[in-house]
Nanobody
């Protein structure tokens, strides 16, 4: 059974940093794209970042480019989201997701991902 568990969320002041780990289990994830999607209250899940199976390619939403960095450690079945220069508008529940079907490009739509964690809350105060 595939399981994703996010952690690392919390309360931080604007300009601060957080690192969100996502632990994957249930199968070997080294062949799959993984991604992070924040969801603010009353909003749909939005794409923020994704990474290819090898870690060699990464995508970012324009709003977080140069502030966030995604990485993965396939030996540990972990993916990370380093968030720097946080802004109040980054406040959301952050979900980790994995796509277990093959795809040439790294998808950015939530509907392209097959398994999800329960999320971790990130709150950024002004």
């Amino acid at each position: 059974q595939v399981r994703l568990v996010e952690s690392g969320g919390g309360f931080v002041q604007a300009g601060g940093s957080l690192r969100l780990p996502c632990a994957a289990s249930g199968r070997t994830f080294s062949s799959y794209s993984m991604a992070w999607f924040p969801q603010a209250p009353g909003s749909e899940r939005d794409f923020v970042s994704a990474i290819s199976w090898s870690g060699g390619n990464a995508l970012y939403a324009a709003s977080v480019k140069d502030r966030f960095a995604i990485s993965r450690d396939n030996a540990k079945n972990m993916v990370y989201l380093q968030m720097n220069s946080l802004k109040p508008e980054d406040t959301a529940v952050y979900y980790c997701a994995v796509r277990t079907r093959s795809m040439v490009i790294i998808p950015t739509s939530p509907t392209s991902y097959d398994y999800w964690g329960r999320g971790t809350q990130v709150t950024v105060s002004s």
